[in-house]
């Protein structure tokens, strides 16, 4: 277990309000993702594109909802692993919701390191430097940040949150004379026979995944002011206002560019950005995508320290992990273990396939989270929150969570199966490992 917080190991500093708290799980969920995931979608849903996203915005939403309900009864910085700890009582169910959810962080801060070491090579025209050398120098600066306090995090966070939602405005903005020009029902002609509900439906599978990363603001409860009020608020606020973003531009893009157009684009807002605002400077959305990325890798720097935290805390891994520096109010050692692990994974080359198994990790942990609402729901003795939720919610979760899952394992794309099934054989390993290592030492 971690030491309780005292002056030798003092607790985390609580520090975040409502509206941070919101841009963190904002600048979380619009991260670079939806810079090219509008592209690909447009190819599967065509003009339609725009009901795809509220589609997802709505399977988002119910989860979101059940975090927000837990994270006003219970918050801990373990979150998912918490919660599923107490209430199922199976220490290698929470050990491998957590560790799913570290892994997740990891291979994402990895992947955005390596994006953010190319788009800044290509804008900055650094050619003496290697990509691997940059993304190091990323990864060195992101520990730097969060090593120094959630406050100064949260402020960075902030900054980047407001440039990436400011330049998907700027995209509206620039394109909205052009709404009202196109037919917003259109979809590919190969998939007229399978009928517009069934297209928007396959497309909301991919759009879901824009909407990932509101998960991440319940592992700073710890830090935040009254917790039991600022996180539902905070996780509602980011997912409606994400969803806002992602419809408005979704119907911009389409209307400025053919959906054909849209699909093939390598950088699909980039492109509608040039077509509907030539005279503003191409390389503006590149600027603004690397505070975007820088962002994105932030958020899940800090989650993966909460969790291994708050699951040092639970017992689920070595106390050491789960001190908090004296001065910074920060857990140092979960900090530099993430970098050991990170600058391995950047060095290591390509981890695309990794990076797309966590995906159907989520999944899993997202039913776990629901399936543990339910069961605390119903439990007597079980302190309610100040954001309860009807049981209908968290079933509804569960059922379009599986759904999702079920559709992306029926894929043609056999890999990212296959590497999630290693690391949930690596995880159990590691519980088993740890397990045997305590009882040697009793």
Not at 117 to 132: R, S, V
Not at 244 to 267: D, G, K, N, R
Not at 415 to 434: D, E, N, Q, S, W
Request: with cysteine; hydrophobic share 55%.
């Amino acid at each position: 277990m971690a030491e309780a917080a005292s002056d030798a190991n003092p607790g985390l500093r609580r520090s975040i309000g409502t509206t941070q708290l919101a841009l963190y799980a904002l600048g979380s969920m619009v991260g670079s993702g939806i810079y090219g995931l509008i592209g690909k979608a447009a190819g599967e849903a065509g003009s339609a594109v725009w009901l795809s996203f509220i589609i997802a915005m709505l399977a988002a939403l119910l989860t979101a909802l059940s975090y927000a309900s837990l994270g006003s009864r219970y918050p801990r910085a373990g979150g998912a692993a918490y919660v599923t700890d107490r209430a199922f009582k199976r220490p290698l169910l929470s050990f491998t919701i957590g560790l799913a959810l570290v892994a997740s962080g990891l291979t994402s801060i990895a992947t955005q390191s390596k994006i953010f070491a190319a788009i800044l090579a290509d804008f900055a025209g650094i050619e003496a430097l290697t990509p691997t050398a940059l993304a190091v120098g990323f990864l060195l600066i992101m520990s730097g940040i969060v090593f120094r306090g959630i406050r100064e995090s949260m402020w960075v966070n902030v900054v980047c949150t407001l440039l990436e939602v400011s330049g998907i405005l700027l995209v509206i903005v620039s394109g909205i004379s052009y709404w009202g020009t196109v037919d917003y029902f259109e979809i590919p002609p190969r998939t007229v026979d399978t009928g517009i509900a069934l297209v928007v439906l396959q497309a909301s599978v991919l759009t879901f995944f824009a909407f990932i990363g509101f998960e991440d603001a319940i592992n700073v409860a710890e830090e935040c002011k009254n917790p039991q009020r600022t996180i539902p608020w905070g996780l509602v606020i980011a997912t409606v206002s994400a969803a806002f973003l992602y419809v408005a531009v979704a119907i911009t893009a389409v209307s400025v560019l053919p959906w054909q157009e849209l699909a093939e684009a390598p950088s699909p807002l980039t492109a509608v950005m040039q077509r509907s605002a030539p005279d503003i400077p191409a390389g503006l959305m590149s600027f603004i995508a690397l505070f975007s990325v820088a962002n994105t890798a932030l958020v899940n720097y800090v989650t993966a320290s909460r969790l291994i935290y708050g699951m040092s805390g639970q017992g689920l891994l070595p106390g050491i992990v789960g001190r908090v520096h004296e001065k910074r109010r920060t857990p140092h050692i979960a900090i530099a273990a993430i970098l050991g692990l990170l600058l391995l994974l950047v060095i290591a080359g390509e981890i695309a396939d990794l990076a797309a198994a966590t995906v159907i990790l989520l999944l899993v942990v997202f039913i776990a989270v629901n399936a543990s609402l339910i069961v605390l729901k119903r439990r007597k003795g079980e302190a309610l929150g100040q954001f309860e939720i009807p049981l209908i919610l968290p079933v509804a979760g569960i059922i379009v969570c599986a759904v999702l899952l079920i559709t992306r394992l029926a894929s043609t794309d056999w890999r990212a199966p296959a590497v999630a099934t290693i690391l949930l054989c690596g995880i159990l390993a590691l519980y088993g490992m740890l397990r045997l290592t305590n009882a040697s030492a009793r």
